[in-house]
């Protein structure tokens, strides 16, 4: 009896009325999000302009999914045009099978698309999406924890993944497969920040970084796998492209390094300038409130003055200040007179 391991759901659907929700489409659209939130932040910190990502996006989204889908309905053609076997199924993605290999290959070519009507280097773009990639992985293969595919060899281990009876499984427990490369994708993605920020990886390295990187996990987690594929010498066909892959990626970091030193010092057109009339905006706008702030102070100020000199002249004299004033102009030199005809008189 085990006595620790990690339960599958009893369904990959939740139905809401008429509308399925499915577990698997969840974990893509998810995936997707991420990929182009942290694509944003690090396309904005290269100097580009926020919302080129998903721009970009719109058209690498939607070529990923076909192509993903193709290189898994061309690899596992078994599954659907075998004798016994619907082909419509091949048309059934939200059940799970897309190749990550078809869907970063074809999701280029969309990305070229999208990159061309920008105006925008298509290696620069894939730099800054190469972490959020990893991570959207990471998230998409939990969609496999739901339909309960994609595991390993049986196992005991405390951390082992519990699958039911269904179509090609059988109940028990097994290596968590969908869990490792998850871990491993996210792996991945901190290699890539930690290796762009130190060595400033430009030019597509940043994304070829990743391409190996994936690939060496890859390659002994498909390894572990037990449903059913096919085998070219003794290996797994996708362990055989993780290996032709990650040579290719290792192969264009080390030209593309010596070909083009460091990193593009403009991704794209026109970014700086308009950050720089942002800025030149947002400064004149604080000139400008600070002006009219010191122009209304100083009416203020004038403002007061005048009403203070209106209030002096229409203050009413003290009571009997007009007859002393008179007083002492009147008798001021009189007196003045008198006391010195009085002073000669008695000399």
């Not at 400064?283 to 002096?312: F, I, N, P, Q, Y």
Request: charged residues 20%; aromatic residues 10%.
């Amino acid at each position: 009896m085990d006595l620790a391991y990690i339960p599958s759901p009893s369904t990959g659907v939740i139905n809401l009325g008429p509308i399925p929700l499915r577990g698997y489409a969840f974990c893509i659209i998810i995936g997707v999000f991420v990929a182009v939130w942290f694509g944003n932040k690090r396309w904005v910190a290269r100097g580009g302009r926020s919302g080129t990502v998903a721009d970009i996006a719109v058209w690498a989204v939607p070529f990923g999914l076909v192509g993903g889908r193709l290189y898994h309905v061309i690899t596992d053609y078994q599954l659907y045009f075998s004798e016994g076997e619907n082909w419509v199924d091949a048309f059934k993605i939200w059940e799970g099978g897309l190749g990550i290999w078809g869907a970063i290959a074809l999701g280029a070519v969309g990305a070229w698309i999208g990159c061309r009507r920008r105006g925008i280097p298509l290696p620069a773009w894939a730099d800054a999406l190469a972490p959020g990639i990893a991570l959207a992985q990471a998230c998409g293969r939990w969609g496999n924890w739901f339909n309960q595919e994609l595991y390993g060899k049986a196992t005991d281990l405390p951390w082992a993944l519990e699958i039911s009876d269904g179509p090609n499984r059988v109940a028990g427990t097994y290596h968590p497969t969908f869990l490792y490369e998850s871990l491993w994708c996210i792996g991945v993605a901190l290699l890539v920040i930690w290796a762009d920020r130190r060595f400033k990886l430009g030019h597509g390295r940043a994304f070829a970084l990743y391409v190996a990187a994936y690939c060496a996990g890859r390659g002994w987690i498909e390894y572990m796998r037990v449903d059913e594929a096919h085998h070219i010498l003794g290996l797994r066909l996708n362990v055989w492209t993780a290996l032709i892959v990650f040579v290719l990626a290792v192969v264009y970091i080390v030209i593309s390094a010596k070909l083009r030193p460091g990193r593009e010092e403009i991704v794209e057109p026109g970014a700086a300038e308009d950050a720089e009339k942002a800025g030149d905006g947002a400064k004149d706008g604080v000139e400008d409130t600070a002006a009219e702030t010191a122009k209304d102070a100083s009416v203020e100020l004038t403002k007061d003055g005048d009403d203070a000199s209106d209030a002096g002249k229409k203050a009413d004299p003290a009571p009997g200040a007009d007859e002393a004033a008179k007083s002492t102009d009147a008798d001021g030199p009189a007196a003045e007179k008198d006391d010195t005809a009085k002073a000669a008189k008695n000399g």
